[in-house]
């Protein structure tokens, strides 16, 4: 069982709208990274946070945006959706102790 | 852009046969870890191998690294249907823990 839990699960929204996304992780895990996985592609990285600072951006644009606060959870948030959007949006906090531990997802679905 | 190829993209095989998957890379590494995905599910760690090792063994599963050639497989052996689900390759490449997904192979394990 994950000691990443994200919510919610699954999310219709449509074009245009705002949507945020959370993750809680792993106590004593200080860094958080999520990933946008395209329906028969492997993830691709978005952003990461370690102590509330980002430290690393992949190529997604500003309306991509991300907090992490003191207590290990995040937030994706994401503006003026587009269809292109839709994906699986993982949640991964990482760990001296095990390394990366990922959450289940939450399916985003823009209409 | 994804960091690497897997092949094959889909394995069907007899339960109790091994499965094979490659996978190719194309920058340095850190290390090299492999992950199960059920059903566009969470991602799941199977075993992280190093630049520095050359194999590595968990279970039923063999992982092997070639950094001359830049490319890794994963051999699963005496397969059972619940190994049935995509296997991702995924490279650490720098310090802020980013990793990098290859396409991934679908393999259905036939019971």
């Known amino acids: 069982e994950t000691g990443v839990t994200q919510s919610p699960t699954h999310l219709i929204k449509t074009r245009g709208q705002q949507v945020t996304l959370r993750c809680s992780s792993q106590?004593?895990?200080?860094?958080v990274s999520w990933y946008q996985q395209a329906l028969g592609q492997g993830p691709q990285f978005i952003f990461q946070?370690?102590?509330?600072?980002?430290?690393g951006r992949g190529n997604f644009p500003p309306r991509f945006s991300g907090l992490q606060f003191p207590n290990y959870s995040s937030e994706l948030n994401v503006n003026a959706l587009e269809l292109d959007d839709s994906a699986l949006y993982l949640c991964?906090?990482?760990?001296?102790?095990?390394?990366?531990?990922f959450g289940s997802g939450t399916r985003l679905t823009v209409v | 852009s994804q960091q690497g190829e897997e092949d094959p993209q889909a394995l069907s095989i007899q339960e109790g046969e091994n499965a094979t998957m490659n996978c190719s890379y194309k920058?340095?590494?850190?290390?090299l870890q492999w992950y199960r995905q059920n059903s566009g599910r969470g991602l799941v760690h199977l075993i992280l191998?190093?630049?520095?090792?050359r194999e590595k063994h968990s279970g039923r599963l063999r992982v092997t690294l070639d950094t001359s050639k830049k490319s890794s497989s994963l051999l699963i052996t005496a397969s059972r249907a619940a190994d049935t689900a995509s296997y991702f390759c995924?490279?650490?490449?720098?310090?802020?823990?980013?990793?990098?997904f290859g396409t991934g192979t679908l393999l259905a394990v036939q019971p």
């Open positions: 191998i190093r630049s520095n090792e």
């Open positions: 946070y370690y102590r509330e600072e980002e430290n």
């Open positions: 995924a490279t650490d490449a720098g310090a802020t823990n980013k990793l990098i």
């Open positions: 991964a906090s990482w760990g001296e102790d095990y390394g990366y531990t």
């Open positions: 106590s004593g895990h200080n860094t």
């Open positions: 920058t340095s590494i850190n290390n």
